[in-house]
């Protein structure tokens, strides 16, 4: 993966200006946020409480994080990945296709929103 990841970078950095977006985290496992027994973001309705999430970044975080810092050409990083593992209310319900609880995707106005700021402020800059 950090091998392609690096190619998909090198070529891309020669031609425009780099963005990368950090990992987008999901929330299916209560002890991640400190509340064991906990399944899926079901019912989970307000933000994790405080600034540092109790299981740490996950590990796709670190590859792109390490393939960034190997690059040539500066790459800026569009870190959402700890602002997002902190919103495990903002995931969609079981309003889905699937009929399940959806942990992975965002749809609660706030987050996207707040992504799509940074973005634009390091557009800008």
């Known amino acids: 993966m950090e091998e392609g990841l690096e190619l998909v ?6 031609r425009i200006k780099l963005q990368a977006k950090g990992i987008s985290p999901s929330h299916y496992n209560g002890i991640d946020w400190n509340e064991p027994g906990v ?11 405080g600034s ?3 299981t740490g970044l996950p590990l796709a975080e670190y590859v792109v994080k390490e393939v960034i810092r190997n690059i040539k050409k500066p790459v800026h990083l569009l870190d959402i990945t700890m602002l ?6 903002a995931h969609p319900s079981t309003y889905n296709d699937f009929n399940g609880m959806d942990c992975t995707h965002w749809c609660v106005a706030g987050l996207p929103d707040t992504w799509n700021l940074l973005l634009y402020a390091a557009l800008i800059k």
């Open 39 to 49: 399944r899926n973001c079901s019912r989970q309705t307000t933000p994790f409480k």
């Open 52 to 54: 540092i999430y109790p």
């Open 9 to 14: 970078f090198h070529i891309l950095a020669s």
């Open 84 to 89: 997002s593992q902190l919103r495990k209310d």
